[in-house]
């Protein structure tokens, strides 16, 4: 249970490479309802905001009180939970090929991790529902087709709780190790968003099983992290 927890992050970050390119997509007429109803289509599960706030004069972006439920078949708990969202755009890039986000800053998630008995999870559940694609193909196609480049990412304070089927009643609190990333698709001259949730998740695993290794966790989260990524390439 620990270790599947472990590997928990790597999905959020998909989650959010979609999210935050569907607000920006639709700057003119972005509101809470147009990222909840975005973000509910791709995960096939509840997103809801309490609040957003556009800043085009800072070239900033706020989004509130963001929380993704958990899909059907787990508790009523919410899967994931980030108090606040900090976006901050290029907007000359709006009008342009590429879209440069100079950075996209994340502090302090709360995920809730469950794992099944048979060995699935709600985390793995809600990759599921994202390999499976929208049911919006408008919004598929522009997401495929824009590129995008970050200039700077980051993912901290995170704390995942843990708790397995298998063992009733108990729960194991994981601080993940923050997560910062640079120039994110600056190279290619911008790379399309599942090309910037690969770059970030293989990054994001990465450091998380570097934790793991200090930590003594067994080889196994190394099988668990390979079938992670085998998933990924299957649907590239």
Known sequence: MKKKALIVVGGIVLV?????????ANLDSIVAGVIEDVGSDVLKTEVSVSGVEIDLKASKAGIAGMT?????GYSSANLLEMEAIGVDIDLGSLDKDVLV???????NPKINFEGDADGGSNMQTLLDNINSGSSDDSATTSTEETKMIINHFEFSGGLVNASSATKPGETTEIKLPPIKMSNIGKAEGGVTADVVANEITNELVGAIISAAARAGINKAVEEKKKSFFDKLKGDG
């Open 68 to 72: 993704i439920a958990n899909p059907g």
């Open 16 to 24: 959010l490479a979609v999210l935050i390119w569907q607000v920006f």
């Open 101 to 107: 986000i100079n950075a996209i800053v994340i502090h």
